[in-house]
């Protein structure tokens, strides 16, 4: 087992006990207030035309069948550079927390863009060149999202809108992440998967700008980042074509092995999976994927070409069928997350099989008194046996304030599973643990 410890500040003084037991005292109050989502007012930002698209959000549709041809992109920004894209623009109303370029974490390498919480009010934007919609008969929008949120901040408190203009003042939501699928905090996820968002009631419109808005009324929200942006239209030249491998059956557990095909278009291709369950892979064409729950996964193939001026895509679905295994398959959980002295929990094995070769981490984040301490914790053991649950624990640290804590285990034959909890730090104790 290895440990990475914290830094810890040792305090001195009544005086500077008085303030941490103070600071003890405020983070209570803000973990007692219940304020409900906060819904952002477009008509208080300086976007003060952006509006809803009608009723609803404009609904994503199937790329299948797109008249006599397929598609190809028009515009598709990966973020190359560290800079802003040429002809991108930004509205900054808050110059310590706006959009920049990152590569910490991108969808697809070197670069993305993301907007950090701050302090007070943010209506940050990120804005696309203008964009001619003449002489086509289909056009869609897809980009890949995600969203970090942690000990600090709260998912609750900002939104990620995606608006359309077609005059550069006037702004029409036509997404929100709220909108989206259910989603979890440091995970891409891609709208272009058969779920493309449908632009073509602006067809001829000469002067069409995407803007991606980060809204939060006082500050304290969550990361958000943007990467491959894509404006796609119906290309009936389009030759290219892919084919998913049929439909799959499998059982619970058992390893499937994808085949993908491509003709047509110029080679070499980029291949793109998404599995139907959240999970994608990409540049490789014959995939192996396990599932662990039972039922229907649609799955998504799509083929672009890697090089060439056409800019051609290619989508092919495939139903995968999952059964019931021969033998029942393990069940992990993790339980009895638990203090005071350090933190501690449960590993077991709640049915079937045993484990094999299971590895566990726990991350503790929080702040100290003057510095952000975190902790890392892991270790292993060959099997967990169904009924014999084993104790994880941490080491003593010390810290004062809110923290978070993330507890992590997989084994070969079990899907990873991760569980996430609050607490508060008092010195040595770990107290109020909670979801």
Same mark, same amino acid.
């Given at each position: 087992?290895?440990?990475?410890?914290?830094?810890?500040?040792?305090?001195?003084?009544?005086?500077?006990?008085?303030?941490?037991?103070?600071l003890?005292?405020?983070n209570?109050?803000?973990?007692?207030?219940?304020?409900?989502?906060?819904?952002k007012?477009?008509?208080?930002?300086?976007?003060?035309?952006?509006i809803?698209?009608?009723?609803?959000?404009?609904?994503?549709?199937? !790329?299948?069948?797109?008249?006599?041809?397929?598609?190809?992109?028009?515009?598709?920004?990966?973020?190359?550079?560290?800079?802003?894209p040429?002809?991108?623009?930004?509205?900054?109303n808050?110059?310590?927390a706006?959009?920049?370029?990152?590569?910490?974490?991108?969808?697809?390498s070197?670069?993305?863009?993301?907007?950090?919480?701050?302090?007070?009010?943010?209506?940050?934007w990120?804005?696309?060149?203008s964009?001619?919609?003449?002489?086509?008969?289909?056009?869609?929008?897809?980009?890949c999202?995600?969203?970090?949120?942690w000990?600090?901040?709260?998912? %609750?408190?900002?939104?990620?809108?995606?608006?359309?203009?077609?005059?550069?003042?006037e702004?029409?939501?036509?997404w929100?992440?709220? !909108?989206?699928?259910?989603?979890?905090?440091?995970?891409?996820?891609?709208?272009?998967?058969?779920?493309?968002?449908?632009?073509s009631?602006y067809?001829?419109?000469?002067?069409?700008?995407?803007?991606?808005?980060?809204?939060?009324e006082s500050?304290?929200?969550?990361?958000?980042?943007?990467?491959?942006?894509?404006?796609?239209v119906?290309?009936?030249?389009?030759?290219?074509?892919?084919?998913?491998?049929g439909?799959y059956?499998?059982?619970?557990?058992?390893?499937?092995?994808f085949?993908?095909?491509?003709?047509?278009g110029?080679?070499?291709?980029?291949w793109?999976? %998404?599995?139907?369950?959240?999970?994608?892979?990409?540049?490789?064409?014959?995939?192996?994927?396990?599932?662990?729950?039972?039922?229907?996964?649609?799955?998504?193939?799509?083929?672009?070409?890697?090089?060439?001026?056409?800019?051609?895509?290619?989508?092919?679905?495939?139903?995968?069928?999952?059964?019931?295994? %021969?033998?029942?398959?393990?069940t992990?959980?993790?339980?009895?997350?638990?203090?005071?002295?350090?933190?501690?929990?449960?590993?077991?094995?709640?049915?079937?099989?045993?484990i094999?070769?299971?590895?566990?981490e726990?991350?503790?984040?929080?702040?100290?008194f003057?510095?952000?301490?975190?902790?890392?914790?892991?270790?292993?053991?060959?099997?967990?046996?169904?009924?014999?649950?084993?104790?994880?624990?941490?080491?003593?640290?010390?810290?004062?304030?809110?923290?978070?804590?993330?507890?992590?285990?997989?084994?070969?034959?079990?899907?990873?599973?991760?569980?996430?909890?609050?607490?508060?730090?008092?010195?040595?104790?770990?107290? !109020?643990?909670?979801?």
């Amino acid at each position: 087992m290895k440990y990475i410890v914290n830094k810890e500040n040792i305090l001195k003084g009544a005086g500077v006990l008085l303030i941490i037991l103070i600071l003890l005292v405020s983070n209570l109050a803000v973990i007692a207030n219940t304020t409900t989502d906060k819904i952002k007012q477009n008509n208080q930002t300086n976007k003060s035309s952006c509006i809803l698209h009608g009723s609803s959000f404009s609904e994503s549709i199937s !790329n299948e069948g797109f008249g006599n041809g397929g598609l190809k992109w028009i515009v598709m920004e990966r973020f190359e550079k560290d800079t802003i894209p040429e002809n991108w623009t930004q509205d900054i109303n808050n110059t310590a927390a706006t959009w920049e370029l990152m590569g910490d974490n991108p969808h697809s390498s070197p670069w993305y863009a993301m907007c950090y919480p701050g302090d007070g009010p943010q209506d940050e934007w990120l804005i696309t060149m203008s964009v001619n919609f003449t002489g086509y008969k289909e056009i869609y929008l897809a980009f890949c999202w995600e969203t970090n949120w942690w000990w600090a901040v709260h998912q %609750d408190k900002c939104d990620l809108n995606v608006c359309i203009s077609i005059d550069g003042s006037e702004w029409t939501v036509i997404w929100n992440e709220n !909108n989206s699928v259910e989603f979890e905090p440091f995970s891409w996820y891609d709208t272009t998967f058969g779920n493309y968002i449908d632009l073509s009631e602006y067809i001829n419109e000469t002067n069409v700008k995407i803007g991606f808005q980060y809204y939060s009324e006082s500050g304290g929200g969550c990361a958000v980042g943007i990467d491959d942006v894509r404006i796609l239209v119906n290309d009936p030249t389009n030759t290219l074509t892919c084919y998913a491998g049929g439909n799959y059956t499998a059982k619970a557990a058992e390893t499937i092995y994808f085949y993908g095909e491509a003709s047509g278009g110029q080679k070499p291709y980029d291949w793109h999976w %998404d599995f139907g369950d959240g999970k994608m892979m990409k540049n490789v064409r014959n995939p192996t994927y396990k599932y662990y729950e039972l039922g229907i996964y649609n799955v998504t193939l799509t083929v672009e070409e890697k090089s060439g001026d056409r800019n051609w895509i290619a989508t092919d679905y495939a139903e995968v069928n999952i059964t019931e295994p %021969d033998q029942i398959p393990p069940t992990l959980e993790i339980e009895n997350i638990r203090g005071p002295f350090g933190i501690r929990a449960t590993l077991n094995n709640t049915k079937g099989e045993n484990i094999t070769n299971v590895e566990w981490e726990m991350h503790i984040r929080g702040a100290g008194f003057n510095n952000i301490f975190s902790t890392i914790v892991n270790g292993s053991f060959d099997k967990l046996a169904m009924g014999e649950p084993k104790e994880i624990s941490s080491k003593y640290f010390v810290g004062f304030g809110r923290i978070k804590i993330k507890i992590m285990a997989e084994g070969d034959n079990v899907q990873a599973l991760s569980r996430e909890r609050k607490a508060l730090k008092f010195g040595p104790f770990v107290l !109020n643990i909670r979801e």
